[in-house]
């Protein structure tokens, strides 16, 4: 059986130390997942630094282990941030927790010319709740050491001025002449994916991002959904850069 992964705050863990899980996590752990005394878990402080041992004490709301191991997910040369237009439904949750699982940095909501969903400000503190809420499920999931980073939502104008900032920006367009393996991959830095809507992207959203620096590369021979578009690049992305990595 795969060993349990939950969340809570390490403050410089050491092999022998005690770390209690309370709160709603360890409430999770000791009642709904039923761990018990002798069990190996892990618990992860979602910033690169986790902790594994076996159960030393347990209750009705809590579960303690003795550190036995201190885990470390470096930083990555290479990281990934993933533009993610507004969808409908649960979609655009879907996308998260498939993007989470697969090992995204960095998730960033898109309000596009043509997504059918519109975030008010009320909407959107509760919408973003339920984004991080996604991403830390699947980061436990997935047994990652890193919760990646869901920012507030953006605008057109925002990503057009964070295209400079990152080393390469790819946008994701069926009409690509390109495919992602011919775009040439960095060996560190900020690789930023544009996922658009469901309606697709706008003539001026392609252009106004081209014209800050971004290159539309095609991932797939037919249409994909806006939910599994960013998934299918970030695995292509994530194969392509151990061949990059390993060649240099």
Known sequence: MTEALFLADLHHPHVGDTVALRGEEGRHAAAVRRIRVGETITISDGAGTGVRGPVVEADKASVTIEVAEVLSAGVPDVRYHVVQALAKGDRSEQAVEMLTEIGADRIIPWQSSRSVVRWTHDREERQL??????????????????????????RTRELVELIPQTTVALILHESAATTLS??????SGDV???????????DEEVEAFTHAGAHAVLVSDGVLRTSTAGVVALAQL?????????AK
């Open 129 to 154: 709740g339920r984004w991080r809420s996604t991403a830390r499920e699947a980061t436990k999931q997935s047994r990652r050491l890193r919760v990646p980073i869901v920012t507030a939502a953006m």
């Open 182 to 187: 011919e775009v040439a991959l960095p060996t």
């Open 192 to 202: 930023l994916v544009i996922v658009g809507p469901e309606g697709g992207l706008t």
């Open 238 to 246: 994530q194969a392509l850069q151990q061949r990059v990595s390993k």
